[in-house]
């Protein structure tokens, strides 16, 4: 089941046209690990989501 924040991130990621193994690459994780974001089987951590944020030009708030 996709979560607010899935949702919200699959959204970002595709209107900056990235992949989840574009992503992924940016981030220095594995395409797997975005997939369970963006389905919600998982969570990034604080770290990460503030990684996700820089790396999708927008700020914490708007992913959660």
Do not use: F
Not at 1 to 9: C, D, K, P
Request: glycine share 4%; proline share 3%; aromatic share 2%.
């Amino acid at each position: 089941m996709q979560t607010s924040l899935g949702r919200t991130l699959a959204n970002l990621r595709k209107l900056r046209s990235l992949t989840q193994a574009q992503l992924a690459e940016r981030l220095s994780l594995s395409q797997p690990i975005i997939a369970r974001w963006e389905n919600g089987r998982a969570h990034p951590n604080d770290t990460n989501l503030e990684r996700l944020a820089e790396a999708l030009g927008v700020t914490k708030d708007v992913l959660v």
